[in-house]
Structures are given as structure tokens and as C-alpha cells.
């Protein structure tokens, strides 16, 4: 990799990672609070408790999704091992999208298979 591009692309990796990291954090943190506010304070009926569960169960197909993104960026990135590329072709991250994409569809699939 380009050292220039190296320089540009760290700090923008690590402040963002330590960024999402903490609004993930304050996220959870506040959500919690208001729970424990309202249940101290006596405001939760059937009402919020059917909102507190749409919250909690989220989407059951989550650890799916993210299995299959997984998968298949890991299956392109072996593939692009095995081809040979010039180092300004494209095709690497035309290959990572395709397989990326193609984990998204299978996921949806699977989903909509199984929803009907």
C-alpha cells in the first residue's frame, strides 16, 4: 500500500472505530437509564413493556447476516489470493463487493423464505 495512502487511511480507521465504540456505548448506557427511570418511577404498563420487548428481540436474523457478510468477504479475499492483479487494478474490490453482495442476497432469501 501507498504510504501515503497508509497515512491518510490509519488515523480515519482509528478514530472512527474508537468513535462508533463510544456512540455504541453511550447508546446502550442511556437506553438502560431510561428503562431503570421508568420502572422506578412506576410508568411501565403493558404498553411498554410490549415496546421494551420489540426492542429486546431485535432481529433474530442478525448473527445470520452478519455470518454470511462474513463468510463470503473472507471466501473473496482467498479467491484474490489465487489471482494474479496488477496493483491499480480494480478487480479486488469489484471481486469484495460482488462477494459481499452475494452474502446480502443469500441473507434475504433466507429471510423471506422463511417470513412466509
Known amino acids: 500500500m501507498d504510504d501515503n495512502l497508509r497515512n491518510v487511511l490509519e488515523p480515519i480507521a482509528i ?3 474508537i468513535g462508533a465504540s463510544l456512540y455504541f456505548f453511550v447508546t446502550v448506557m442511556t ?3 431510561l428503562k431503570k427511570k421508568m420502572i422506578d418511577k412506576g410508568y411501565v404498563n403493558e404498553d411498554t413493556q410490549a415496546i421494551f420487548k420489540q426492542y429486546a428481540d431485535g432481529n433474530k436474523y442478525s448473527s ?3 455470518g454470511l457478510i462474513a463468510f ?8 484474490m489470493e489465487y489471482i494474479p492483479v496488477q496493483p491499480q487494478s480494480p478487480l479486488p474490490y469489484g471481486l469484495f463487493a460482488v462477494s459481499v ?3 446480502f442476497l ?3 432469501f433466507v429471510v ?3 417470513l412466509k
Open 72 to 79: 463470503f468477504a473472507g471466501v473473496s479475499l482467498i479467491i
Open 112 to 114: 423471506r423464505k422463511d
Open 106 to 108: 443469500i441473507y434475504y
Open 64 to 66: 445470520l447476516k452478519w
Open 101 to 103: 453482495s452475494l452474502g
Open 31 to 33: 437506553n438502560y437509564i
Open 15 to 17: 478514530l472512527g472505530s
